[in-house]
């Protein structure tokens, strides 16, 4: 699904979303050019710690929890930094 589409499947809602397909512009955003909804919640902390609990066991899965009041998903990729 596109994202204008996940906004007019869940109007107003939390959303647990899984990226399908996506790149990252020359600005850092994450494009999410295709997704799937996994699941709607009535508040954030709810849909954060599934989140959260996705991620703890699958790093390699993509998902981010967002409000589909938003015009955009707007992701910005934070570059990690490491010393040695």
């Known amino acids: 699904m596109k994202w204008e589409e996940v906004r007019d499947a869940f109007p107003e809602q939390w959303v647990l ?9 020359e600005h850092s ?8 909804p996994l699941k709607k919640f009535s508040n954030s902390p709810e849909a954060m710690k599934i989140c959260q609990e996705i991620h703890r066991y699958d790093l390699g899965r993509e998902v981010y929890v967002l409000h589909t009041s938003r ?10 930094i490491s010393i040695r």
């Open 17 to 25: 979303i899984e990226v399908v397909q996506a790149h990252t512009n």
């Open 29 to 36: 955003e994450r494009i999410l050019d295709d997704m799937d």
């Open 71 to 80: 015009k955009n998903p707007n992701i910005m990729q934070k570059k990690e």
